[in-house]
């Protein structure tokens, strides 16, 4: 499986960018693909996934109501629309994959196996 994340860019605080992961080779329902932000000097940390199974979505706290996950089957494309963004939102975001979806574990970033590179959001105030 290899994932490829693209979208990046410099974007104004309040505005908006809709982020892409590819998704190509076997791919099986119980997977779950999530998106991962690495901001400088700081963790890899949660921002959203979808399940293959059923298309569930879950978020962090930090991005509720303003980041919105969701999947193009046909596609095998998972995006990422960020609206109303913050100077704080700035990081290289990536995408991964996990075979198995659990709710106690998707949100930490070893669940996942696969991993795209990742691109950079600066969100300038």
């Known amino acids: 499986v290899q994932l490829q994340a693209s979208g990046g860019g410099l974007v104004q605080a309040g505005g908006s960018r809709l982020l892409s992961c590819v998704v190509s080779g076997t791919t099986y329902s119980s997977n779950v693909v999530a998106w991962f932000r690495q901001a400088p000097g700081k963790e890899r940390e949660f921002v959203a996934a979808?399940?293959?199974?059923?298309?569930?979505?879950y978020y962090a706290d930090s991005v509720k109501g303003r980041f919105t996950v969701s999947r193009d089957a046909n596609k095998n494309t998972v995006y990422l629309q960020m609206n109303s963004l913050k100077p704080e939102d700035t990081a290289v975001y990536s995408c991964g994959l996990a075979p198995f979806f659990e709710r106690t574990t998707y949100s930490h970033k070893d669940t996942y196996s696969y991993w795209g590179q990742g691109t950079l959001v600066t969100v300038s105030s």
């Open positions: 979808i399940t293959w199974r059923n298309n569930a979505e």
